[in-house]
T-cell receptor, first 114, second 111 residues
């Protein structure tokens, strides 16, 4: 089955710095790559996603890049703020053949220090 | 639009009992997926329902089951609870494939 590895497991940055989280996956049929942010006591919140026909997508301070050849994708957060502190999960899906099933990475605890 | 709602939010059960969790998807969403989240195993897919049919199933024992109703609301049931079933159970809904929106989860504690 699909295997997703996420690094680092913890990341501490100063407010205003950039943060980068990376994920690799194993199934070349994967074609959808979302990122979720989970705050304490809440469910995961979809923050950005990318599909396999796109190499990069940006939404204000958040961007995701995808390298299908190398089977890895990354989340980039610029100008970090204390409210960005949370656990971030990457996920992959193989699309219609697997329905809406997502396989998640282990998560990254991001701490933004004021 | 209202988000995904899950009830109850917290639940305490003892070993051997059974439990039923409920999920109401975002209006218009026909797919409902369930995930188990634990510190040790992370987020793991349980199953997905689409138009009242199970479309996909993860690697969980038969004690875990689910169903979906004609209004897309879904329930999951865990029978003969074990200590290891203590977890946050998350429900997610989607309109078509992929984009999934999660509810706040049900925190199940098995004593």
């Amino acid at each position: 089955g699909e295997n997703v590895e996420q690094h680092p497991s913890t990341l501490s940055v100063q407010e205003g710095d950039s943060a980068v989280i990376k994920c690799t996956y194993s199934d070349s049929a994967s074609n959808y790559f979302p990122w979720y942010k989970q705050e304490l006591g809440k469910g995961p919140q979809l923050i950005i996603d990318i599909r396999s026909n796109v190499g990069e997508k940006k939404d204000q301070r958040i961007a995701v890049t995808l390298n299908k050849t190398a089977k890895h994708f990354s989340l980039h957060i610029t100008e970090t703020q204390p409210e960005d502190s949370a656990v971030y999960f990457c996920a992959v899906s193989a699309g219609p053949t697997s329905g809406s099933r997502l396989t998640f990475g282990e998560g990254t605890q991001l701490t933004v220090n004021p | 639009k209202a988000g995904v709602t899950q009830t109850p939010r917290y639940l305490i059960k003892t070993r051997g009992q059974q439990v039923t969790l409920s999920c109401s998807p975002i209006s218009g969403h026909r797919s409902v997926s369930w995930y188990q989240q634990t510190p040790g195993q992370g987020l793991q897919f349980l199953f997905e329902y689409f138009s009242e049919t199970q479309r996909n199933k993860g690697n969980f024992p038969g004690r875990f089951s689910g169903r979906q109703f004609s209004n897309s609301r879904s329930e999951m049931n865990v029978s003969t609870l074990e200590l290891g079933d203590s977890a946050l159970y998350l429900c997610a809904s989607s309109y078509l494939y992929n984009e999934q929106f999660f509810g706040p989860g049900t925190r199940l504690t098995v004593l």
